[in-house]
């Protein structure tokens, strides 16, 4: 569908289409899929020579895809387009995508970056959020190591909640366990409604995991071509 439709808008095409398009890279980003992430990628970083390269509204969604599967080169070209930009909302958008790679070295980069007398206070909180979203452990277990500076960075009234809500997008029972002890020891009981939000998400995501992933594995398995191994390589 994503070939049809191509990379770029036909004349009075319609808005719904243009919309499948910009889901459809993101769908197809998001799934790894090899075109789409080798093409956006080259796009993305062709972008400062030839702004032609993506039309405005999948800019974001191209840098998105770039910078989910980036290597070390992709990440430091936006590193340092975040550092060249005057515009503080484009600035933001391109440290947060540092944060969306899959890569755990370049994860824990962004961690350390997030910290840096170079990231405007304000924005270093959303860097660590965009971490926790793929690595979800090691953003809290870093904001943990260093919540007296992570919690210098937030709005008071987010205080509470900010560490204990990175452990949302997991599905490990163990980091529930971890937020838990974490909030016994440093949060108010009367300041704990976001922890104990987070802490149960991951708990039932875990055991809804547990119960449905084998039933989907063999599922795959009897689609699954001859001599293929349909889950490899899953996360």
């Known amino acids: 569908e994503f070939d049809r439709l191509g990379w770029s808008p036909i004349e009075g095409e319609s808005q719904p289409t243009a919309l499948l398009r910009e889901e459809l890279l993101s769908s197809l980003g998001t799934l790894a899929d090899p075109d789409i992430v080798r093409e956006a990628t080259a796009r993305f970083r062709s972008l400062p020579q ?37 515009d503080p909302r484009v600035q933001r958008a391109y440290y947060r995508a540092l944060g969306n790679a899959l890569d755990p070295d370049l994860a824990r980069r962004t961690l350390e970056l997030a910290l840096s ?29 260093h919540d007296a500076a992570i919690l210098g960075r937030v709005d008071e009234s ?44 991951v708990r039932v995501r875990s055991a809804i995991r547990a119960r449905q992933l084998p039933e989907l594995e063999a599922w795959l398995a009897a689609k699954a071509p001859a001599g293929t191994s349909p889950t490899a390589g899953r996360r």
Not at 167 to 180: C, H, M, Q, R
């Open 50 to 86: 030839h702004p032609e390269a993506v039309v405005p509204s999948l800019r974001n969604v191209v840098m998105e895809v770039a910078a989910r599967h980036a290597d070390a080169a992709t990440w430091e070209d936006l590193r340092q387009r975040a550092r060249a930009t005057e």
């Open 117 to 145: 007398s170079e990231v405007p206070v304000t924005t270093g909180p959303s860097m660590v959020q965009s971490v926790a979203l793929v690595h979800p452990t090691e953003a809290f277990r870093f904001a943990v190591a």
């Open 158 to 201: 987010s205080r509470w909640g900010f560490i204990p809500s990175l452990a949302y997008a997991s599905y490990d029972a163990a980091l529930a366990d971890e937020v838990d002890a974490y909030v016994q020891r440093s949060t108010p009981q009367d300041a704990r409604v976001i922890a104990d939000r987070a802490i149960a998400s």
